[in-house]
Protein backbone atom coordinates (compact mmCIF):
# COMPACT_ATOMS: atom_id res chain seq x y z
CA UNK A 1 0.00 0.00 0.00
CA UNK A 2 1.20 3.48 -1.08
CA UNK A 3 1.11 6.30 1.51
CA UNK A 4 -1.58 8.97 1.75
CA UNK A 5 -0.90 10.96 4.71
CA UNK A 6 1.28 14.09 3.86
CA UNK A 7 4.22 15.90 6.56
CA UNK A 8 1.80 18.48 8.17
CA UNK A 9 -1.34 15.81 7.99
CA UNK A 10 1.66 13.36 9.90
CA UNK A 11 2.85 16.68 12.74
CA UNK A 12 -1.23 16.89 13.74
CA UNK A 13 -2.16 13.44 13.87
CA UNK A 14 0.94 12.51 16.19
CA UNK A 15 0.59 16.03 18.41
CA UNK A 16 -3.19 15.53 18.65
CA UNK A 17 -2.28 11.54 19.52
CA UNK A 18 -0.04 12.47 22.34
CA UNK A 19 -2.63 14.64 23.56
CA UNK A 20 -5.29 12.53 23.53
CA UNK A 21 -3.33 9.55 25.60
CA UNK A 22 -1.62 12.33 27.65
CA UNK A 23 -4.88 14.29 29.44
CA UNK A 24 -7.05 11.19 30.43
CA UNK A 25 -3.86 9.66 32.30
CA UNK A 26 -2.14 12.86 33.43
CA UNK A 27 -5.39 14.66 34.61
CA UNK A 28 -8.66 14.40 36.99
CA UNK A 29 -11.32 16.11 34.45
CA UNK A 30 -14.32 15.41 34.88
CA UNK A 31 -14.78 14.40 31.45
CA UNK A 32 -12.55 11.50 31.81
CA UNK A 33 -14.57 10.08 34.81
CA UNK A 34 -16.12 7.78 32.68
CA UNK A 35 -15.21 4.60 31.49
CA UNK A 36 -16.18 5.15 28.12
CA UNK A 37 -14.62 8.33 27.50
CA UNK A 38 -11.44 7.71 28.97
CA UNK A 39 -10.52 4.38 27.07
CA UNK A 40 -12.19 6.04 24.06
CA UNK A 41 -9.72 8.87 24.42
CA UNK A 42 -6.67 6.50 25.29
CA UNK A 43 -8.09 4.34 21.82
CA UNK A 44 -8.21 7.28 19.55
CA UNK A 45 -5.04 8.47 20.49
CA UNK A 46 -3.24 5.15 19.84
CA UNK A 47 -5.02 5.03 16.29
CA UNK A 48 -3.36 8.14 15.35
CA UNK A 49 -0.09 7.72 16.38
CA UNK A 50 -0.69 4.39 14.69
CA UNK A 51 -1.94 6.21 11.26
CA UNK A 52 1.07 8.95 12.10
CA UNK A 53 3.60 6.27 11.99
CA UNK A 54 2.69 4.53 9.12
CA UNK A 55 1.49 7.52 6.89
CA UNK A 56 -1.61 5.14 5.96
CA UNK A 57 -4.95 6.05 6.69
CA UNK A 58 -7.86 3.54 5.75
CA UNK A 59 -10.37 6.02 5.39
CA UNK A 60 -8.10 8.20 3.11
CA UNK A 61 -7.94 5.04 1.09
CA UNK A 62 -11.45 4.62 1.10
CA UNK A 63 -12.29 7.86 -0.12
CA UNK A 64 -9.24 8.33 -2.38
CA UNK A 65 -8.06 11.30 -0.05
CA UNK A 66 -4.41 11.50 -0.64
CA UNK A 67 -2.67 14.65 1.35
CA UNK A 68 1.33 13.58 0.54
CA UNK A 69 2.99 14.56 -2.71
CA UNK A 70 4.34 11.38 -4.23
Known sequence: MTANVGTIDRIL???IGIVLIALPL???LALFAQPFVYYGAIGV???MLLVSA??????YAI????????
Do not use: S
Open 13 to 15: RFV
Open 26 to 28: TTN
Open 45 to 47: GMV
Open 54 to 59: LRLCPL
Open 63 to 70: FGIKTCRT
